[in-house]
């Protein structure tokens, strides 16, 4: 079972970048796709970004061009660079494989004002 540890989330402003980060417990995250999702208020859970070992990212619309997923496989940790932050992208960040299993982390808050 992988534990997986996000952090970097807190208060921006829009316009303002967040470097979230995620770090798994076992190494088999080295050859696992990867990807970060959210859930904001009353909404369900939504992909945001993943990657492959190979580094092949994927992204949701509404990310896409603002937001960069990348991993260091050394370190077992996944990362997500988010810029131009927009207060809809306000949310719980989680990461997970892609597919996602059970047991989620705990989740970063990211909150962005206006």
């Known amino acids: 079972q992988v534990q997986l540890v996000e952090s970097g989330g807190g208060l921006a402003q829009s316009g303002e970048s967040l470097r979230l980060s995620c770090v798994a417990s076992?190494?088999?995250?080295?050859?696992?796709?990867m990807a970060w999702y959210r859930q904001g208020p009353g909404k369900q859970r939504e992909l945001v970004a993943s990657i492959s070992p190979d580094q092949i990212t994927e992204y949701g619309p509404s990310v896409k061009g603002r937001f960069i997923i990348s991993r260091d496989n050394a370190k077992k940790t996944l990362y997500l660079q988010m810029t131009t932050l927009k207060p809809e992208d306000s949310a719980t960040y989680y990461c997970?494989?892609?597919?996602?299993?059970?047991?989620w982390g705990q989740g970063t808050q990211v909150s962005v004002s206006s």
């Open positions: 076992r190494a088999t995250f080295m050859i696992t796709n």
């Open positions: 997970n494989g892609r597919p996602a299993l059970d047991p």
